[in-house]
């Protein structure tokens, strides 16, 4: 079963405004993932979040993440069209010996 | 720097057929290597992971195998393909045994006819 869940399934917005995708989860993780894949391409890693932290930055990225809720947000601003992109969250756990579980990913349409 | 290569980067192949695709990293020692499959429209499964010469573990039982023969080399294998290994593959290295970033291959994308 999916540990990591992301919500919405598809979002487009147009170029400019800000995109929020959200993750949740199932069980306690260690870290929690979110990477990027552009069509019919393999993916990218954009940022990591430990369970001990709630939020980090990374240029225009901001994600949260909230652990008695089990879940987390990835925040790209001030979007432009080649955001255009899947975005997907994966966690790792104590027991799962570096294996991260992937949810199936928010598809992201920025119109220029 | 880490770089990761995958190949092919499409084979269509006849139900019955063998298969091997391959990955090998560069730039890095005693990776964790992993093997992926990703449905149209969805996320990635798990189907193989490793974390040294010769040790794999399967998550899902089916049609494929893996081998690691040497330290950055992950091999993903079928004697007889069926339809349902269709499907585009993605081989990814880590460098954390607690899990972390991953760094992903192109993917090949699988058309078993």
């Known amino acids: 079963s999916q540990q990591g869940e992301e919500d919405p399934q598809a979002l487009s917005i147009q170029e400019g405004e800000n995109a929020t995708m959200n993750c949740s989860y199932k069980?306690?993780?260690?870290?929690l993932q979110w990477y990027r894949q552009n069509s019919g391409r393999g993916l990218v890693h954009l940022i990591l979040?430990?369970?001990?932290?709630r939020e980090k930055h990374s240029g225009r990225l901001r994600v949260t993440l909230d652990t008695s809720k089990k879940s987390s947000s990835l925040l790209i601003t001030a979007s432009r069209a080649a955001d255009t992109a899947s975005y997907f969250c994966?966690?790792?756990?104590?027991?799962?010996?570096?294996?991260?579980?992937f949810g199936d990913g928010t598809t992201l349409t920025v119109k220029p | 720097s880490q770089t990761i290569h995958q190949w092919p980067a499409t084979l269509v192949q006849p139900v019955g057929s063998p298969l091997s695709l391959e990955c090998t990293v560069e730039?890095?020692?005693?990776?964790?290597l992993y093997w992926y499959r990703q449905a149209a429209g969805r996320g990635l499964q798990l189907l193989f992971y490793?974390?040294?010469?010769?040790?794999i573990s399967s998550e899902v039982p089916q049609n494929l195998s893996a081998s690691r023969p040497q330290d950055r080399q992950f091999i993903l294998s079928s004697k007889k393909l069926l339809l349902s290994d269709s499907g585009f593959y993605l081989c990814?290295?880590?460098?954390?045994?607690?899990?972390?970033?991953?760094?992903f291959g192109q993917g090949t994308r699988l058309t078993v006819v």
């Open positions: 069980t306690s993780i260690n870290n």
């Open positions: 979040i430990r369970s001990n932290e």
């Open positions: 990814a290295w880590s460098a954390i045994r607690q899990g972390g970033e991953a760094f």
């Open positions: 490793s974390v040294g010469i010769g040790q």
């Open positions: 730039g890095t020692s005693n990776p964790n």
């Open positions: 994966a966690t790792a756990t104590n027991t799962n010996a570096g294996k991260s579980t």
